[in-house]
Protein backbone atom coordinates (compact mmCIF):
# COMPACT_ATOMS: atom_id res chain seq x y z
CA UNK A 1 0.00 0.00 0.00
CA UNK A 2 1.53 2.99 -1.11
CA UNK A 3 1.19 6.45 -0.07
CA UNK A 4 1.39 9.81 -1.48
CA UNK A 5 4.67 10.50 -3.22
CA UNK A 6 5.89 13.95 -4.17
CA UNK A 7 8.67 14.46 -6.50
CA UNK A 8 11.45 16.52 -6.17
CA UNK A 9 11.85 15.80 -2.36
CA UNK A 10 14.67 19.26 -2.22
CA UNK A 11 14.64 22.07 -5.03
CA UNK A 12 16.92 24.79 -5.46
CA UNK A 13 16.25 27.01 -7.93
CA UNK A 14 17.11 30.71 -8.89
CA UNK A 15 14.84 34.01 -8.97
CA UNK A 16 12.71 34.03 -11.86
CA UNK A 17 13.02 30.56 -12.88
CA UNK A 18 9.81 28.26 -13.07
CA UNK A 19 9.70 25.08 -11.04
CA UNK A 20 7.29 22.07 -11.63
CA UNK A 21 6.42 19.62 -8.46
CA UNK A 22 4.83 16.17 -9.14
CA UNK A 23 2.11 14.40 -6.64
CA UNK A 24 1.28 11.03 -6.90
CA UNK A 25 -1.89 10.27 -4.84
CA UNK A 26 -2.84 7.01 -3.52
CA UNK A 27 -4.29 5.32 -6.65
CA UNK A 28 -7.95 5.06 -5.25
CA UNK A 29 -8.86 8.75 -4.15
CA UNK A 30 -10.23 10.94 -6.47
CA UNK A 31 -9.64 14.24 -4.47
CA UNK A 32 -6.05 15.74 -4.33
CA UNK A 33 -5.05 18.69 -2.51
CA UNK A 34 -2.31 21.33 -2.69
CA UNK A 35 -1.14 23.45 0.43
CA UNK A 36 2.36 25.56 1.44
CA UNK A 37 3.78 25.24 4.66
CA UNK A 38 6.53 28.10 5.88
CA UNK A 39 8.54 27.61 8.53
CA UNK A 40 7.00 27.73 12.15
CA UNK A 41 3.39 27.70 10.22
CA UNK A 42 0.71 25.18 9.34
CA UNK A 43 -0.09 24.10 5.91
CA UNK A 44 -2.50 26.83 4.09
CA UNK A 45 -4.38 25.46 1.76
CA UNK A 46 -3.71 26.19 -2.18
CA UNK A 47 -5.99 24.20 -4.17
CA UNK A 48 -8.01 21.10 -4.59
CA UNK A 49 -9.30 18.59 -7.55
CA UNK A 50 -11.87 16.27 -7.68
CA UNK A 51 -10.91 13.99 -10.50
CA UNK A 52 -9.78 16.36 -13.17
CA UNK A 53 -11.99 19.64 -12.31
CA UNK A 54 -9.74 21.86 -10.14
CA UNK A 55 -12.99 22.72 -7.82
CA UNK A 56 -11.29 25.42 -5.37
CA UNK A 57 -8.41 27.58 -5.45
CA UNK A 58 -7.30 30.35 -2.65
CA UNK A 59 -6.54 33.42 -3.03
CA UNK A 60 -2.59 32.33 -1.89
CA UNK A 61 -2.56 31.31 -5.59
CA UNK A 62 -1.39 33.95 -7.69
CA UNK A 63 -1.29 33.90 -11.52
CA UNK A 64 2.20 32.79 -10.99
CA UNK A 65 0.97 29.72 -10.16
CA UNK A 66 -1.17 26.91 -11.84
CA UNK A 67 -1.94 23.02 -10.98
CA UNK A 68 -3.42 20.23 -13.44
CA UNK A 69 -4.52 16.90 -12.79
CA UNK A 70 -5.56 15.95 -16.69
CA UNK A 71 -6.44 12.24 -16.19
CA UNK A 72 -7.42 12.66 -12.68
CA UNK A 73 -4.29 10.79 -11.65
CA UNK A 74 -1.55 12.33 -10.98
CA UNK A 75 -0.94 16.29 -10.21
CA UNK A 76 1.51 18.94 -11.43
CA UNK A 77 1.74 22.26 -9.94
CA UNK A 78 3.85 24.71 -11.59
CA UNK A 79 5.51 28.30 -10.36
CA UNK A 80 6.05 30.76 -12.88
CA UNK A 81 8.78 33.06 -12.56
CA UNK A 82 9.77 31.98 -8.80
CA UNK A 83 10.19 34.86 -5.79
CA UNK A 84 12.16 34.17 -2.93
CA UNK A 85 8.73 34.20 -1.27
CA UNK A 86 8.00 31.30 -3.01
CA UNK A 87 10.47 29.25 -0.35
CA UNK A 88 8.51 26.98 1.57
CA UNK A 89 7.70 23.11 1.66
CA UNK A 90 4.67 22.49 -0.61
CA UNK A 91 2.40 19.63 0.38
CA UNK A 92 0.12 17.46 -1.21
CA UNK A 93 -2.65 15.54 -0.01
CA UNK A 94 -5.64 13.17 -1.07
CA UNK A 95 -8.21 11.58 -0.05
CA UNK A 96 -12.24 9.51 -0.94
CA UNK A 97 -14.78 12.09 -1.57
CA UNK A 98 -16.77 9.50 0.07
CA UNK A 99 -16.98 6.57 2.52
CA UNK A 100 -16.21 6.18 6.56
CA UNK A 101 -13.25 7.85 5.80
CA UNK A 102 -13.93 10.66 3.19
CA UNK A 103 -12.94 13.41 5.55
CA UNK A 104 -9.36 11.78 6.17
CA UNK A 105 -6.63 13.70 3.93
CA UNK A 106 -3.13 11.68 3.95
CA UNK A 107 -0.17 14.00 3.14
CA UNK A 108 2.80 13.65 0.99
CA UNK A 109 6.39 13.85 2.32
CA UNK A 110 6.59 17.43 0.94
CA UNK A 111 8.59 19.14 -1.56
CA UNK A 112 11.33 21.74 -0.14
CA UNK A 113 11.93 24.77 -2.62
CA UNK A 114 14.41 26.98 -1.63
CA UNK A 115 14.69 30.62 -4.41
CA UNK A 116 18.01 32.21 -4.20
CA UNK B 1 -13.24 32.76 7.19
CA UNK B 2 -12.41 29.71 9.31
CA UNK B 3 -10.00 29.83 11.39
CA UNK B 4 -7.64 27.45 14.10
CA UNK B 5 -5.92 28.76 16.99
CA UNK B 6 -3.23 26.77 19.24
CA UNK B 7 -1.60 27.37 22.13
CA UNK B 8 1.60 29.15 21.78
CA UNK B 9 4.53 26.41 22.32
CA UNK B 10 6.99 25.57 22.16
CA UNK B 11 6.08 22.85 25.36
CA UNK B 12 8.72 21.35 27.03
CA UNK B 13 7.79 17.76 29.48
CA UNK B 14 8.86 15.10 31.24
CA UNK B 15 8.89 12.21 30.27
CA UNK B 16 4.97 10.98 32.30
CA UNK B 17 3.73 14.30 32.09
CA UNK B 18 -0.10 14.97 31.35
CA UNK B 19 -0.45 16.91 28.10
CA UNK B 20 -2.41 19.35 26.99
CA UNK B 21 -2.60 21.27 23.81
CA UNK B 22 -5.14 23.35 23.41
CA UNK B 23 -6.86 24.19 20.27
CA UNK B 24 -10.47 26.35 19.50
CA UNK B 25 -12.04 27.67 16.31
CA UNK B 26 -13.91 29.72 14.16
CA UNK B 27 -16.17 28.44 11.20
CA UNK B 28 -19.15 28.02 9.19
CA UNK B 29 -21.44 25.26 9.44
CA UNK B 30 -20.60 22.35 11.43
CA UNK B 31 -16.37 21.69 11.08
CA UNK B 32 -15.15 18.21 11.28
CA UNK B 33 -11.91 18.45 13.57
CA UNK B 34 -8.64 17.04 13.81
CA UNK B 35 -5.24 16.52 15.19
CA UNK B 36 -2.14 16.05 12.55
CA UNK B 37 1.62 15.40 13.94
CA UNK B 38 4.71 15.85 12.40
CA UNK B 39 7.21 13.53 13.78
CA UNK B 40 11.33 15.60 12.55
CA UNK B 41 12.16 14.09 8.81
CA UNK B 42 8.41 13.04 8.27
CA UNK B 43 5.28 14.39 6.79
CA UNK B 44 1.74 14.75 8.30
CA UNK B 45 -0.15 12.25 9.72
CA UNK B 46 -3.56 12.10 10.83
CA UNK B 47 -3.60 11.68 14.56
CA UNK B 48 -6.94 11.31 15.64
CA UNK B 49 -10.32 13.09 14.24
CA UNK B 50 -13.61 14.32 15.58
CA UNK B 51 -16.80 14.76 13.37
CA UNK B 52 -19.73 16.10 15.52
CA UNK B 53 -20.29 17.44 18.23
CA UNK B 54 -19.82 15.93 21.80
CA UNK B 55 -17.78 12.90 19.49
CA UNK B 56 -14.19 12.18 21.21
CA UNK B 57 -11.28 10.94 18.73
CA UNK B 58 -8.75 9.29 20.61
CA UNK B 59 -5.58 7.18 19.49
CA UNK B 60 -1.80 6.02 20.39
CA UNK B 61 -3.10 7.60 24.10
CA UNK B 62 -4.46 10.71 22.87
CA UNK B 63 -7.64 12.21 22.95
CA UNK B 64 -9.90 15.49 21.88
CA UNK B 65 -13.32 15.96 22.85
CA UNK B 66 -15.24 18.10 20.29
CA UNK B 67 -16.98 20.69 22.34
CA UNK B 68 -19.35 22.78 20.37
CA UNK B 69 -20.26 24.71 23.19
CA UNK B 70 -16.56 26.23 23.49
CA UNK B 71 -15.42 25.55 19.72
CA UNK B 72 -12.61 23.68 21.39
CA UNK B 73 -10.71 21.04 20.58
CA UNK B 74 -7.91 20.31 23.45
CA UNK B 75 -5.63 17.41 23.13
CA UNK B 76 -4.43 15.53 26.13
CA UNK B 77 -2.47 12.38 26.87
CA UNK B 78 -2.11 11.23 30.54
CA UNK B 79 1.32 10.05 30.46
CA UNK B 80 3.71 11.43 27.75
CA UNK B 81 7.27 9.58 25.87
CA UNK B 82 9.91 10.61 24.31
CA UNK B 83 8.62 9.81 20.94
CA UNK B 84 5.46 11.62 21.05
CA UNK B 85 8.38 14.91 20.78
CA UNK B 86 6.94 16.00 17.51
CA UNK B 87 4.49 19.65 16.17
CA UNK B 88 0.94 18.86 16.77
CA UNK B 89 -1.38 21.03 14.06
CA UNK B 90 -5.18 21.33 14.82
CA UNK B 91 -7.07 21.47 11.93
CA UNK B 92 -10.69 21.93 10.57
CA UNK B 93 -12.54 20.98 7.54
CA UNK B 94 -15.72 23.22 6.82
CA UNK B 95 -19.28 21.46 6.02
CA UNK B 96 -22.04 23.51 4.99
CA UNK B 97 -25.21 23.77 6.43
CA UNK B 98 -26.56 21.74 3.39
CA UNK B 99 -24.30 18.93 3.72
CA UNK B 100 -21.78 20.04 0.98
CA UNK B 101 -18.63 18.99 1.61
CA UNK B 102 -15.82 21.93 1.53
CA UNK B 103 -12.30 20.23 0.55
CA UNK B 104 -9.90 22.27 2.35
CA UNK B 105 -8.72 21.59 6.11
CA UNK B 106 -7.97 25.10 7.93
CA UNK B 107 -4.41 24.13 10.51
CA UNK B 108 -3.28 26.05 13.33
CA UNK B 109 0.33 27.34 13.28
CA UNK B 110 1.40 23.69 15.04
CA UNK B 111 2.84 23.38 18.81
CA UNK B 112 5.94 21.92 19.40
CA UNK B 113 6.56 19.09 21.76
CA UNK B 114 9.93 18.30 23.80
CA UNK B 115 9.81 15.84 26.07
CA UNK B 116 12.52 14.88 27.82
CA UNK B 117 14.01 11.53 29.59
Known amino acids: DTGVSQDPRHKITKRGQNVTFRCDPISEHNRLYWYRQTLGQGPEFLTYFQNEAQLEKSRLLSDRFSAERPKGSFSTLEIQRTEQGDSAMYLC??????????????FGPGTRLTVL | GDSVTQMEGPVTLSEEAFLTINCTYTATGYPSLFWYVQYPGEGLQLLLK?????DKGSNKGFEATYRKETTSFHLEKGSVQVSDSAVYFCALRALAFGGTSYGKLTFGQGTILTVHP
Open chain 1, 93 to 106: ASSLSRGPTYNEQF
Open chain 2, 50 to 54: ATKAD
